[in-house]
């Protein structure tokens, strides 16, 4: 006899497909106006009704995400390799890190625009700064967790500090950095939104503020649709990536 | 993993997205030829009559004609325009006049306004019909909400309507006409050209009541520029507002293609139909005594006075020296007698 066994992904698809249905339907039977909650079947119509608008949005909010992302990764995973190798200036950078962290960047998002002009590069700006806190803070207790015997087994090495770094730390670095990756991944696409949603010419942010602004949901709700959808991608891209790179460590949902 | 490739792949992309921005340099004026002018709509792309008059222009080729390269962009509405008129990143915005006036006392933005679109007040309070209220005086007892601060003609109305504005609770809201028509607030103040058609739109009847219509002086949008802008780039100046007050009568001439013209820069969110209230409602309030004597923009020493006296005595402002606030020295050389 065969039994009915559902993969992972299915039974995730199975979820979000009652969980639509159940909305769909609480919207039908109480007959909420399109103007406090749209139907996810109107959503769907308006998304597929404007392709072309949505898709050059999308490229536009994911580019700039894709590279504040990449900039905020970068500057945290040197900045944390700084730290490591010199230790000293470890609470003078940390302060600073955290002072940035907790800068409300809509605030500031003005100040990048006459800074650094009307175009993509101050969204790509408050995404890097938005993604970097995360890496760096991960990424350094990554570097600094070394296990002490085996601190001790590249000492009984004679290892220079250089080569503790690079085949004991950064390796035990590497799942640490998958761990911020998951949490700084979905952080960008919001901070290249919220930066759009300050003024842009472009963009699922300036998207979702036009529609906000003319109260025009479907249009608003299509666009959350999309930054759904990429962020989960983007999620499960971050866990691929990590069981090719991390190949040594066991991966029990695999 | 093979690391050259990756991280090479990661300036390059780094490159690329930064090779998309390097472009748009900054306005550089002179004096003689073409010149550029960068434009900021005070909002969102929408048929507010000033907005609407560089539209036109631009798609009409208005500004072409007078030999003035303009870069329309938009704010997001919460004041960054006005930091970037200051900051010099931009030439010409928009900003209601009882704003502007407060801007200038505080913290003493140097902002001129150089042509009055909006002759009367942008704002209204509007009620749901089916609560009943008929004059401000009916507010006691209920809820009024305001958006971040309360408007200044709200306690002049109130005063010219008899209403105590002690029994009354004020309530912040936000931009949410939604807020209304849920009935978490009874009465909700709104842009008279805006919110009332979303509103009907959605099957509710409104009450609405206009500070001006109780001899509450108001004044609405404005061209405006800083002071130094007004001595360094008159030229600019002059062929922006003769292109642009163009364009506001091309609109009022031809209204459906002015929507069209309105619709490329709103995108398809925006409602055509809005818009064309939108665009007929401002037309209304763009006219006045003066601007029949003098075309559309047109100020007068008694209007801004009017306005400046009702918020020093609503405590907004000190009182400020009304005549640096505003100018008719670009409109008089481009001036077109209807």
Redo the contacts between chains.
Sequence with gaps: MRRWRLTGGQIALLIVLSFLLLWEATVRLLGV?V??LPAPSRILRTLFE?PA?YAQASLLTL??A??GL??GL?AGVMIAALLTLLPGLEEGVMTLAILLKSTPLVAI??LL??W??????PK?LITALLTFFPVLVNVLSGLQKAERHHLELFHSWHASRGEVFRHLRAPNALPYLFAALKISAPLALIGAVVAE???A?GGLGR?M???Y????LP?LFAAIFILAAAGMLLYRLTVWLERR?IFWQSHPEA | MNRIPAFSLILVLILLVSACTAAAPPPTPTTSGPLTLTFMAGYKPQANLPFVGAYVAKEKGFFEREGLDVTIEHSAGQGEHLQLLTAGKVQVTTQDAAVLLQRRADPGLPLVSIALIGQRGQQAYAALASSGLQTPRDWEGRTVGYKGTPPPDLFALLKAAGADAEKISLVNVGFDPRILTEGKVDVYPVFKSNEPYLIRSWGYELTLWDAADYGVPTLGLTYVTTESILQEQPEALRRFLKAALEGIRYAEQNPDEAVEIVLKYTGPQADPQHMRYMLESELRDAKSATTEQYGYGWQTLEQWSALAEMLVQAGIIPSIDVEKAFGNRILEEIIVIP
Excluded at chain 1, 116 to 121: A, I, S
Excluded at chain 1, 213 to 216: A, F, R, W
């Design positions: 106006p103007y406090l404007h608008l580019g700039e894709f590279a990449l900039i970068l998002a003005p625009t006459i650094l002009g009307f175009g993509v590069l790509i949603w300050t003024g010419s998207v503020w036009l529609a602004t003319n109260l025009n249009f790179v």
